[in-house]
């Protein structure tokens, strides 16, 4: 029984964060906000295996940041962007957010940029960074107009890694770690020589 227990618990602590009336953990955080039907679904569990975006390889991206400056990722060509999509009301997303921050500012090839998945004025989105303050750019998106080359989050966090040529290299749905994205980076820089050296088939 006690080890029944204790395997609910973990699963509840590694979901993913979602929109919900009655939040079943301490995790799973309400009330929700206006959300389109798409991005209402059960979320998968955190710690699925990294997939590509649907079948876009190289997305586009480009956005006003809540400074009022404007993103583009294709001007980010050349290091490694994590993209991470999250809200205020997301606990998992809040504790993950000075991780992400520390790696933006202390790796010069990792960037991040942060898009708020949810209806907030900006006002309101500036207030609350006063309290949870992050080094990255953060842009609001419209929950019914999201970026069109991005999978609609079903779930919160999300967060995509691209390789500095403008691919995607990994999606994850769930919390991530600075130690995450490291091992992305690591893996594909090792793989990077391989694919350099690899006979050409005659």
């Known amino acids: 029984m006690r080890t029944v227990v204790a395997a609910a618990l973990l699963a509840g602590l590694l979901s993913a964060c979602q929109p919900s009336t009655a939040p079943d953990t301490e995790d799973a955080v309400a009330p ?3 959300t389109p039907p798409s991005a209402s679904e059960e ?3 955190a710690g ?3 997939a590509p975006a649907g079948d876009v390889t190289h997305p586009k991206l480009v956005l006003t940041t809540l400074d ?3 993103y583009d990722l294709a001007a980010h060509r050349g290091k490694w962007v994590v993209v991470n999509f999250w809200a205020t009301w997301c606990a998992p997303c809040l504790k993950e957010m ?3 921050s520390a790696l933006d500012a202390m790796r010069e090839h990792i960037e991040v940029v942060g898009l708020a998945y949810e209806d907030i004025e900006p ?3 500036k207030a609350f960074l ?3 303050p992050v080094v990255y750019p953060i842009a609001i998106v419209d929950t019914y107009d999201p970026p069109a080359d991005f999978d609609t989050p079903r779930g919160l966090p999300m967060t995509y890694v691209i390789a500095p040529d403008g691919s995607v290299a990994s999606k994850i749905l769930g919390p991530v770690t600075a130690q995450d994205i490291e091992d992305v980076v690591a893996a594909a820089d090792a793989a990077q020589p391989a694919r350099a050296t690899a ?3 005659t």
Do not use: I
């Open 68 to 70: 009022g400056a404007t």
């Open 43 to 45: 979320a998968a569990p």
């Open 98 to 100: 000075p991780e992400l």
């Open 123 to 125: 006002a309101e989105m």
């Open 199 to 201: 006979p050409e088939s």
């Open 32 to 34: 929700a906000p206006a």
């Open 48 to 50: 699925t295996k990294p």
């Open 130 to 132: 006063l309290e949870h």
